[in-house]
């Protein structure tokens, strides 16, 4: 009524609650239906951003390259591994019970039932990539404790050859061209946060020596309150 009778425009108005974590989803759903341009005020974890999710998938996957572990790597949308392929990597694990590192980088020339024989060659070469993609990360994270330093090193450099920033990049152009201005914004900010949390783990942890397992629980807690 503001809007359409007195001649207000919709960033005149503000809609405030005491509860946003309770109302904002419907709020947002209204404004949606509605065509209402709105800015929901609020701040979002950053544990569903697949940047996020590849980290912690990346850092699970290095620890054993147990199938589970793998394929939540694979399909986190962040690897230069394509679904389909991912698809095809996923029937030859299941079929011959592929497990850990050393088979993973050991060429593939077995045959099971049903699979057109000429495929191991493009499997091998799928293996490959995979391989280059996580090899420089698992070798970091292995071995003796090192510092918390050390390890963000090993992370950052990893997140640099994966092209991060860049894929992130494009995930951002996408967004603005559906006008998704949430999504946009959240892929623009997402890389800077990451960054940062590294900084300032290296900045206040950085000489102290830990295992793997206990920098993955370092980084986690400081993810989940970013």
Known sequence: EMVQEKGMRYRDAAVITGDLSSYGRELAHQFDNAGIPYFLDDKKSIMENPLVELIRAALETVRDFSYESVFRYLRCG????????????????VALGIR???????????????????????????????????????????????????????????IVRSRIQEKLYEQEEVFCRKGDRAMEKEYAQIYGIVMELLDKMTEILGEETVSPEEFRQILETGMSQA
Do not use: H, P
Not at 87 to 93: A, G, I, P, R
Not at 113 to 131: A, C, D, H, K, T
Not at 150 to 156: I, K, N
């Open 78 to 93: 962040m690897s230069d591994i394509t679904r389909q392929e991912t698809d095809w990597l996923e029937n030859y694990v």
């Open 100 to 158: 850990g590192f050393k088979k993973w980088k050991e060429k593939w020339v077995r045959i099971y039932r049903g699979m057109i024989e000429e495929s191991i060659l493009e499997l091998n070469e799928i293996r490959e990539r995979f391989v280059r993609e996580t090899e420089e990360l698992a070798r970091g994270f292995s071995g003796k404790k090192k510092t918390v330093k050390e390890y963000c090193g090993f992370l950052y450099e990893f």
